[in-house]
Structures are given as structure tokens and as C-alpha cells.
């Protein structure tokens, strides 16, 4: 009977998901004979919400013959309704995708439209775009979406418990493992990780498989029907993760990723693990602060110096009847002034080269963009790089780990099946 309701409501969210955007397909026309394109973006909460709102109305004002119809959801609701969506007879003209598997499936799939005409004929407004962050959306040669923003993680540290415990930011592991035994043993928290959903760790060991793992290997793992994991070099990574674990709150997966910063925040913990976009958070820090970079690893055979990290952005649909008239509108969105004016309302560093500057962020946000800008290629996270059903005993797996009940050796060899099950 439950599984007859679930179905029957199902059905119903589908219909409903339909029938919401159905007058605004790909070939719709609104009365006053403007062509509507339609924008599916995943910001309904301030002041996201505002800021592409302004976004919207100034173009509007600047190309009276187009209209911007929006279509939003949160998150994991974003998902679920792209599955319909996207899907459907009028699907959506402009889409918002992560980077990786997720961005890339798309492409497989036939459902984003190859941009590289549009790159290539407006050089004025492509080359703008910071390059590294342009690769996640491409594929064989062609480009298929356009980054709005980037994001990475360092680490960020309370530096008034820093400067009283005389301690300095680490450079190598060696150093860092010092450092942390410093603070525990002052009565301090050294690092305090929320994990109640699993990307949080997950952050963690992308991050040490980028220092373990030679490129070549993860290059190749973390392509589509790729994946093997039989490098030593991941067991080793989750080696280091258990490291950390005397250093770490008490059952880090028993809070979630927000409540750990706020702790952080509150002066709870000398270091935690935090998305550069999280910067627009400290300023409700109670005390200085400062970041550093995942320390080197000596000896390792990964690189020591790259950042972890991906861009998020658009693509048009391939059915939209409208291409040029959305590709206009996502030109606008990532030009320098949106850019800029996106880093101040919202705290999201724009992709536009220089749009993250002194009279649009903060000092520590610029830093941040010029360690990306350095950095080149960065490492995606695990959570979004990895088809899902690989993704899931990984996250699972490490979870288990920090609970104690499984090691580094069993968490990767329930990722090696899943691998293979996904090759198939």
C-alpha cells in the first residue's frame, strides 16, 4: 500500500513539475511577441535570489525583445526537478550544472548544446573567462557550458590560538602533525569536521588523493567508465585521513557541515575545513584568522602544491529553439561588471578574470582567487567527479572509517566493485 502511494505521488510531483513549465518551453513566445527564454538556476535563498533578479531586469532593460522566465529549486530539490526538466517535451533553454560527472553526463547524453562557435566568435567576452575554470565544461575540444563562479578549500585557522600556542601555519604533514599535537595538548579542539552528510570528509580525502595519487592515475580513475582505484596511493590517502582522527571533534559524523563551522566560528576549534565561498561566513569570527593550503606530503608521489576545487555554471539545452538569444543572456551574466558585482552581493568569486578584486572583495578573497588563478588545473571533489554509484561506498566507506568500523584497505575495496560494476 505505501509503495502504491509512493508511486501515486510520483506521478503526481512529475505532472506538476511538467505542467509548471510547460508554457514556458523552448519555443514559447510571450504575448507582447518578446522571445522568453527560460533560466533554470538553483539560488531561490537570499541573497542569491536578489542578485539574479537585478541581473535579469537589466538585461531585460538592455534587450527589450527577450524575456527571462526563472524557474528555481534548492540543492538536492535542483536535482530531482532537472531530472524531470530536462527531460520533458520544453525543457528549460538555460540549465544549471556542477562540474564533473554530473556537467559531464550532459554532455554523453546529448543534452547540452556545444558552445564552442560562441566562445570562438566573441573572443572579447571568452577570453575574459579564466581558463582553467572553462576546461570542466569541455569535452573533446568543445566547450559546453559557461562557469559563473569557482570555488576551492583551504584550511582556515584561528590565529589568536595560533599566536598564544607560538605555533605557525604548516608548509609539510610533518609540520602539521606537530601543530596539532600542540593544540590538543593545550585543551583545544585542534580540527573539527562535520560529516553528517559524507561529501565533508569526502573534501578531505580529494584533497589527500591529490597529494598521494600521481595525476596520470587520477586523471584516469575519475574518467567516465575509468575508474579502477587500485593505486596504493588511495589507501595510503585514507591512511592520513586516520591521522588526523585523535585530532578531530568526537564523532564528526553525528554533525553537519554548518554546525561544525559555527562551532569553528564560535571559537570552539583551532582549524577547520571550509569552501573559499565560506569566507563571506568569518566575518561573524571572534577572533583573526588566516589560511593555509593542505600541507605537502613528503615523499608522496601526487602534486603537493595544487588546489582541490571545481566552478559551477550553465548550459543551454540542445532542444532550445533559442540558442542565441540564451547565449546572450549568459554573456551578460559573466561579464565584468555582473562579475563583480556578483563577488560583492553574494560572496561568490565570478570566473571573469579580475572581477575579484581590492574594490569588490575582501583581502582574504582575493588571496583565495589568486591561489586559484596559480594553481591551474584544480582536482574536482570527489563528491561531484565520481558517478554516483561510486561516489556512494566511498562516502559511505570513509564515514564507517571515522566511526572505526572499517579501514582504509575495506574502504577502498568496496570502491574497486563499484568501479567495476560501473564499467560493465
Given at each position: 500500500m505505501k509503495r502504491w502511494i509512493s508511486v501515486v505521488v510520483g506521478i503526481f510531483l512529475t505532472m506538476s513539475l511538467l505542467a509548471g513549465c510547460s508554457s514556458k518551453g523552448t519555443n514559447?513566445?510571450?504575448?507582447?511577441?518578446?522571445?522568453?527564454?527560460t533560466f533554470f538556476y538553483r539560488w531561490p535563498n537570499e541573497p542569491y535570489k536578489s542578485y539574479f533578479k537585478s541581473v535579469i531586469a537589466e538585461f531585460e532593460k538592455q534587450h527589450p525583445n527577450i524575456k527571462v522566465e526563472e524557474i528555481t529549486a534548492l540543492n538536492d530539490d535542483y536535482k530531482q526537478k532537472a531530472n524531470v526538466l530536462l527531460g520533458s517535451k520544453n525543457p528549460p533553454d538555460i540549465f544549471f550544472t556542477w562540474a564533473g560527472e554530473y556537467g559531464q553526463k550532459f554532455i554523453r547524453d546529448g543534452v547540452a548544446l556545444d558552445l564552442t562557435q560562441y566562445y570562438e566568435e566573441d573572443k572579447d567576452w571568452s577570453s575574459k573567462l579564466i581558463k582553467s575554470q572553462v576546461k570542466f565544461f569541455e569535452k573533446d575540444g568543445k566547450v559546453y557550458g559557461v562557469p559563473l563562479f569557482t570555488d576551492s578549500k583551504l584550511f582556515f585557522y584561528n590565529k589568536d590560538i595560533f599566536e598564544k600556542l607560538n605555533l605557525k601555519a604548516p608548509t609539510t604533514w610533518n609540520e602539521f602533525m606537530k601543530v596539532l599535537d600542540a593544540i590538543k595538548k593545550s585543551g583545544t579542539t585542534p580540527i573539527i569536521l562535520g560529516n553528517k552528510s559524507p561529501w565533508a570528509a569526502a573534501h578531505y580525502v580529494t584533497a589527500l588523493?591529490?597529494?598521494?595519487?600521481?595525476?596520470?592515475?587520477?586523471d584516469k580513475?575519475?574518467?567516465?567508465?575509468?575508474?579502477?582505484f587500485t593505486d596504493p596511493g588511495y589507501v595510503e590517502a585514507l591512511k592520513k585521513l586516520n591521522e588526523l582522527k585523535p585530532y578531530l571533534n568526537d564523532n564528526p559524523n553525528a554533525i553537519a557541515h554548518d554546525e561544525a563551522r559555527n562551532l569553528f566560528l564560535g571559537g570552539?576549534?583551532?582549524?577547520?575545513?571550509?569552501?573559499?565561498?565560506?569566507?563571506?561566513y568569518m566575518?561573524?569570527?571572534?577572533f583573526k584568522w588566516d589560511t593555509f593550503k593542505v600541507p605537502a606530503i613528503e615523499g608522496a608521489r601526487g602534486d603537493q602544491e595544487g588546489l582541490i576545487g571545481a566552478p559551477e555554471g550553465f548550459m543551454i539545452h540542445k532542444k532550445s529553439a533559442h540558442p542565441k538569444e540564451a547565449m546572450e543572456f549568459l554573456k551578460f551574466m559573466t561579464s565584468k561588471a555582473n562579475g563583480e558585482k556578483l563577488i560583492k552581493d553574494t560572496g561568490l568569486a565570478s570566473t571573469v578574470d579580475g572581477a575579484v578584486n581590492e574594490n569588490t572583495a575582501s583581502e582574504h578573497e582575493v588571496k583565495a582567487m589568486q591561489l586559484i588563478k596559480e594553481s591551474g588545473?584544480?582536482?574536482?571533489?570527489i563528491d561531484s567527479a565520481l558517478d554516483s554509484r561510486i561516489f556512494k561506498p566511498y562516502g559511505d566507506g570513509v564515514q564507517a572509517m571515522l566511526r572505526g568500523s572499517m579501514n582504509p584497505e575495506e574502504v577502498m575495496k568496496s570502491v574497486q566493485e563499484a568501479a567495476k560494476q560501473v564499467k560493465k
Open positions: 514559447s513566445k510571450s504575448e507582447n511577441g518578446k522571445t522568453t527564454i588523493n591529490q597529494r598521494m595519487v600521481p595525476k596520470e592515475v587520477l580513475d575519475f574518467s567516465y567508465q575509468g575508474a579502477e570552539k576549534a583551532a582549524i577547520t575545513f571550509l569552501e573559499t565561498l565560506e569566507i563571506t566575518k561573524d569570527a571572534t588545473d584544480m582536482f574536482i571533489w
